[in-house]
């Protein structure tokens, strides 16, 4: 690794403080900004209780105040705080414990969308404007155009409600298969999409054609050339969308009831837990900073001509 790439990687890091802490500082104060407070929900809750509650959390102090606090507690010993609705549970420990299910989920769901949007977008450019090419154009562009919760209900109402053959919790048995693949279908049709056009464009370079009329062989051409070039952008995108199914897809999680980061969120949310909002923010923003990072080093290491500036 030269010194260039290292001076690179450095200045991203630097863009990745920076990026982190704004999405800190935004989310912070939208999040007091918005009326009403966490204890407000509470079922018969006294004005007295309330505002011990308050004291008892640091919110009945000035807001700036409050996000000093939050920020040195982040800083110097990475503590997100104590929830406000899961009494006597840390963010952190929340959110580490629904990570282990999300993980699972989205990286399975990652590679599967990887591997069959590769193959099947790059049979798609060899067999152009044939029925296989067709077909698979059809079906992509409707995986494309779903929204992730309508294929979830439709997946869930099919195989769960009607035909049985797996369970609808996701927290049960084989209960995450429904979920991998709803998670898997947007990102496999796009990256089809994109391979093949990818691999369009690169078949109609002049080296290709070159290596044709020397007589190199078709499978070299498509291997060893062709496929390889068109995975660029492909491990551009892989990268953020790794981020973003990692974390957790909201309503996915929601609706198969998995125990993830995603149904944490969402109900940290409803209820108005601040530090569960903040730290699951958080960890969002940072794994999409830091997979854009990687995704700009593979992007280098596939294609050494790349110069990283």
Do not use: C
């Not at 049709?189 to 290596?211: C, E, K, P």
């Amino acid at each position: 690794m030269n010194t260039k790439t290292l001076l690179y990687i450095g200045k991203r890091i630097l863009l990745m403080i920076l990026t982190v802490w704004i999405v800190i500082t935004v989310t912070f104060f939208v999040t007091r900004a918005v009326p009403g407070g966490p204890f407000m929900g509470e079922k018969a809750i006294s004005p007295a209780a309330q505002a011990a509650l308050e004291a008892k959390y640091g919110l009945d102090k000035p807001v700036f105040e409050q996000y000093i606090t939050y920020l040195t507690d982040i800083v110097t010993k990475f503590d997100f705080g104590p929830s406000l609705k899961q009494r006597g549970r840390m963010v952190i420990d929340i959110i580490m414990d629904g990570m282990e299910t999300s993980a699972v989920l989205g990286v399975t769901a990652a590679f599967i969308a990887l591997g069959i949007g590769v193959v099947l977008g790059a049979v798609a450019a060899l067999r152009r404007n044939k029925l296989i090419d067709r077909i698979i154009m059809v079906i992509t562009t409707a995986f494309v155009s779903m929204p992730s919760f309508i294929m979830g209900s439709l997946l869930l109402l099919t195989f769960s409600l009607w035909l049985g053959w797996f369970p609808a919790n996701g927290n049960a048995e084989g209960g995450l298969v429904l979920p991998i693949v709803t998670l898997a279908l947007y990102p496999t049709a796009y990256i089809t999409r994109l391979t093949r056009s990818s691999m369009l464009d690169v078949l109609g370079q002049d080296y290709i054609r070159t290596a044709r009329a020397k007589g190199v062989s078709g499978t070299k051409i498509i291997f060893g050339h062709a496929l390889k070039n068109s995975l660029i952008p492909v491990i551009t995108y892989f990268g953020p969308m790794l981020a973003y199914i990692v974390t957790g897809s909201l309503v996915v999680e929601k609706i198969f009831a998995v125990p993830g980061v995603g149904r944490d969120f969402v109900n940290s949310i409803t209820s108005r837990d601040y530090p569960l909002i903040m730290g699951t923010t958080i960890v969002l923003a940072a794994l999409i900073v830091i997979m854009n990072l990687v995704g700009d080093i593979l992007y280098k290491v596939v294609d050494p001509r790349i110069n990283l500036e």
